[in-house]
């Protein structure tokens, strides 16, 4: 920037004064020392001094100025570096507070979707107990009515067919013995006759060889009714080792009804075993039901220190504006007392009492 030269007014006298800064500013120098020289001249006995007291008294009270100014800058730059130490933890603070604000509405998103995914998981898992129960007493009542029914049918089909072989084998017997006894009276019956007709034959003859040949006929007719009947309880044990297997089947048939009962006995297990599966199911319905709630009041905690931590992080940026604009006004006082420190060391320096012009140093001025 280019020289110029200055007139000032000071203690009465103009003086022109050369420099790079700017006119207002060396009319604020003046006025300044202007003031400063007033202020000494209304204090009683100062114009009794001789003058170059009045000048050492001048110089003191500058360099009294200059020395509290100082002193004041270097508090206001202790202020100013607190300030910037507050207001960079502030900084450090409000950023933590976001990194846990994000931090928890992440977290509450992620509860969000734990919490609709254990909403859709206890949904199916009811659903699903609720299809295995009705599909479990579906297949136990249908497996128990066809178990029933071929008890039923078993029962009666073994029943018939021992009455049938009860009356079957009954029957036979009586009319086995019926025939056998048929027979052997006939066979007694025609002996009898042959007896007595050969007893006549013989009368003419030889009156004692005609009974013995009757007898033996007889016994020959008897010994042949005898073997038939003999045959007879032959079928007729047959009829009984029929009867017996009759017997034997419904045994049988009886043992089958009771693996059916046990069979049935399994089914109802089963079906115990599947009422618990189905209490067991409702119990952990229960216990995400309970989850889910809990999930919701962790949810709205959650809600709360987020707002909670809104409030804060507005109260922390109210505070860092607060400390924004303290450091303004710091700097601000910075400013002025810096100028103050200028105008004392300008006041340091004696001026001609004459008329005259005067240079200052660059130096001095940006001080």
Known sequence: MAKQYIDVLIDGKVYSLGGSETEGYVQQIATYLNGKIFQL???PGFLKMPEDYQSIMTYLNLADDYFKEKESAKALASDKESMEKETYRLKHEMVSTQMKLESL???????EEELETAKKAAKEAAEQAEAAKNEVQAQIERVKKETQEQIEAVKKTAQEQVESARKEAQEQIERAKREVQERVESAEKAAQDRAA???LRGAGDDIAAGPVLAKKEALEQIADAKKEANDFRGEAEVWKQDAEDQRLAVESSQSEIASLQDKLEILKQQLEEARQ????VQTEKSQLEAR?????QEKQSVKEQLSQLEQEK???KKDLEESLQEAGAAREELA???QAQVEAYMKRKPFPKRQGTVELKDAILRL
């Open 314 to 316: 507005q109260t922390i």
């Open 292 to 296: 889910l709630m809990q999930t919701e």
């Open 277 to 280: 599966a189905a209490t067991a």
């Open 336 to 338: 002025a007392v810096r």
């Open 41 to 43: 001249k209304a204090q």
């Open 197 to 199: 007709r050969a007893v």
């Open 105 to 111: 509405r992440n977290e509450r998103t992620v509860s």
